[in-house]
């Protein structure tokens, strides 16, 4: 490799860990502003922090070498994020169809390391409890593919767990987000501004999962590091 070649690669590698810490920043504000959006019901606020939620995480982990079914996985879920702001039935279900290759990625992502078969026991027990319990209050068309969609992402919760702490915690928080969205659909009672709970946990979740994925077995530092 020409000096050249190397010097080029060695500024295009500068540039990209000059971006990390501005590109965390800028995604805890976007965060923070959809949070209390939600929150205050300021709709304008939701709708325009939302879509910056994954783009600005992708970039940050694009920032830090990050691996590009991580990468894919979150433009995925910035596409089920644009879809769902729209209130219709198809935009849901092709919305729900983005979240599900997003999380297709992350279970390549997490290969064929072994996980726990105490874990996954319980994870089945809730996925086969909460679908039954939820099965009468669903749209009678809905039932079929929130189930699907329900196996597909509680197996990514269930296989997180390989690269550590921070990416079990993410995968079961995505779980319980998307429950929540879930019992919304069935007419269940609602906690106390709905709409805030399943961001706050979709977001933590998804920003688990990426600093899981960067830092494979639960290293500390991890945040701005290159």
Do not use: N
């Not at 982990?61 to 996985?73: D, K, Q, S, Y």
């Not at 928080?173 to 429950?179: I, N, R, T, V, Y």
């Amino acid at each position: 490799m020409s000096a050249d070649a190397v010097g080029s690669a060695d500024a295009v590698a500068d540039r990209r860990e000059r971006l990390v810490r501005p590109l965390l920043i800028a995604f805890l504000v976007a965060s923070a502003v959809d949070l209390v959006g939600v929150l205050a019901d300021i709709p304008v606020a939701h709708l325009l922090a939302k879509p910056l939620l994954m783009p600005l995480l992708a970039g940050y982990a694009a920032a830090r070498r990050g691996p590009r079914l991580l990468i894919a996985a979150l433009l995925f879920g910035w596409g089920g994020d644009t879809l769902l702001l729209p209130d219709a039935d198809a935009a849901f279900l092709i919305g729900m169809g983005s979240f599900a290759a997003g999380h297709v990625c992350y279970l390549w992502l997490f290969g064929r390391a072994r996980s726990p078969l105490p874990a996954g026991i319980v994870y089945a027990a809730v996925l086969a409890t909460f679908v039954a319990l939820l099965w009468s209050g669903l749209p009678a068309d809905m039932r079929i593919p929130m189930t699907g969609y329900s196996l597909l992402l509680t197996s990514m919760a269930y296989r997180a767990g390989t690269l550590g702490p921070y990416a079990a915690v993410g995968g079961a928080l995505f779980l319980l987000s998307d429950a929540l969205i879930a019992t919304g659909i069935a007419d269940w009672p609602q906690l106390p501004a709905p709409d805030f709970w399943v961001m706050l946990t979709y977001i933590a979740a998804q920003f688990l999962l990426t600093v899981g994925a960067l830092a494979p077995g639960g290293r500390t530092k991890v945040l701005i590091e290159p």
